[in-house]
């Protein structure tokens, strides 16, 4: 199998020069298949203010409503790597029934460092969760071969592993997202420096390596159906990935190879279900701007949602971005104030409004707050809510129940037992405790 394409604009005077260079997959082959997971149960202390942990350090990354009126919590967890004789940072997943009840709680780790960014529950009531891993070679972390990988698990209802397996090359990968397909496969997005014109290898010929976008289809066993690539001489990558009801493909990021306006642009691929490029645009303007999520509206449009240098008020602030189907901004906005605003998450609520998660140093208590939009289809923010104590406390996920509830997840450090906690929050639409 070869990769699918090295893609780039030349224009940039720093892409004068196609570098092409064929990666072919036997040289070090993705999803090999590893025992060396180790699954554990873990029982958390569960504080009355939604933290859940340990005595070290925890934190939620994404969260996914179920079929069945509950959700699904993945993020890592420092707690059990002691006992299970892994390493310090280990993926973390508990299954919560309708009434926000823990029903199961597992740790998977490896001898190194494990964080997960992304899960989706199948279609037969599993879980996939995506990340990254990076192994412990004798009394040190490896930083070569296995430096960065995806690492991707594949589990039942009850969290037992189904498989698990690891995607990469010689260089530093970490998968940001997952969904899975209508076809029943899985769609994952993340960085590479493995692959592509700036590679580990390509790069290290012109004296330089930098990361680019890779967007992979899995078959249902995770065998690789086809990659997709994207990247030219600078900084380029994927944090999030949706699947259109026609059956494109919307990968959601960053770029900095082809704009002439700034260090960072947002960054939207559009793929045809096989893979194959249709468009790709850039968004932002002087000054570093990235998008982290993106979604199919239902009225067909694209919303993004991110952080800005180049607009708004302070350092960075919240953006929200709305295009049409072919890549046309129709609206953005941005939200914050002298300092740091983000939002990591978005999800359309039932009456074509919008909810994004992140996190704010402008506003709140502490050094950093958890931070809720509501927008409206035009983009208008209808309400915002800062959450949080006098530590620090973000949010990093945001999904809907089936009754439409707004569910988030984070860390904080004001509360809970340990360094830093796993954060629970449940809003109702007004952004008010249900």
């Not at 969260?63 to 069945?68: E, W």
């Not at 006992?83 to 919560?96: E, H, R």
């Not at 249709?278 to 932002?284: A, P």
Request: proline share 3%; with cysteine; glycine share 14%.
């Amino acid at each position: 199998m070869i990769r699918n394409s090295f893609s780039f604009m030349v224009g940039a005077a720093l892409l004068a020069v196609a570098v092409c260079f064929s990666v072919s997959c036997d040289e070090e082959p993705p999803g090999n298949d590893s025992n060396q997971c180790v699954i554990e149960a873990f029982t958390p202390v569960i504080g009355s203010e939604g933290t859940y942990g340990g005595s070290q350090t925890d934190a939620g990354t994404a969260i996914k409503a179920t079929r069945d009126g509950g959700f699904v919590v993945a993020g890592y967890t420092w707690e059990l790597s002691a006992n299970m004789n892994l390493g310090p940072t280990n993926y973390w997943v508990m299954k919560f029934d309708r009434n926000r009840s823990l029903v199961w709680s597992k740790v998977y780790g490896l001898a190194g460092r494990e964080y997960p960014y992304g899960v989706y529950e199948t279609a037969d009531n599993g879980f996939i969760v995506v990340g990254h891993k990076r192994l412990q070679e004798g009394d040190h972390l490896d930083y070569y071969g296995t430096y960065h990988d995806f690492w991707i698990l594949r589990l039942d209802p009850e969290g037992n592993l189904l498989w698990e397996k690891t995607y990469g090359g010689r260089g530093y990968e970490i998968a940001y997202a997952v969904q899975q397909t209508q076809a029943g496969g899985y769609l994952v997005a993340g960085v590479t420096t493995s692959y592509g014109i700036s590679s580990i290898d390509t790069g290290l010929l012109i004296g330089l390596t930098k990361k680019n976008l890779w967007v992979m289809n899995l078959d249902p066993n995770g065998d690789i159906l086809w990659e997709y690539v994207h990247g030219g001489l600078e900084e380029d990558g994927a944090y999030g990935v949706q699947e259109t009801r026609e059956g494109h493909i919307l990968v959601a990021g960053y770029e900095s190879s082809v704009n002439g306006n700034g260090d960072y642009n947002c960054l939207v691929v559009k793929l045809t279900g096989s893979g194959e490029k249709i468009w790709e645009k850039s968004y932002g303007g002087p000054y570093p701007d990235t998008a982290y999520a993106i979604r199919e509206a239902a009225d067909g449009a694209y919303i993004l949602a991110g952080d800005t240098w180049s607009y708004g008020n302070g350092n960075t602030d919240s953006l929200i971005i709305k295009t049409d189907p072919d890549g046309n901004e129709l609206w953005s906005t941005t939200f914050g104030g002298e300092k740091f605003e983000r939002v990591h998450a978005l999800r359309e609520m039932p009456d074509g409004a919008m909810v994004a998660a992140g996190y704010t140093s402008s506003y709140g208590a502490g050094g950093n707050d958890g931070l809720v939009l509501k927008l409206s289809a035009s983009g208008n923010i209808l309400w915002h809510k800062v959450l949080g104590w006098e530590g620090y406390d973000m949010l990093f996920a945001v999904d809907l129940d089936l009754k439409n509830a707004i569910l988030l997840t984070g860390a904080t450090s004001s509360r809970g037992a340990g360094q830093l906690d796993l954060w629970l929050i449940a809003l109702d639409q007004n952004g008010d405790a249900p």
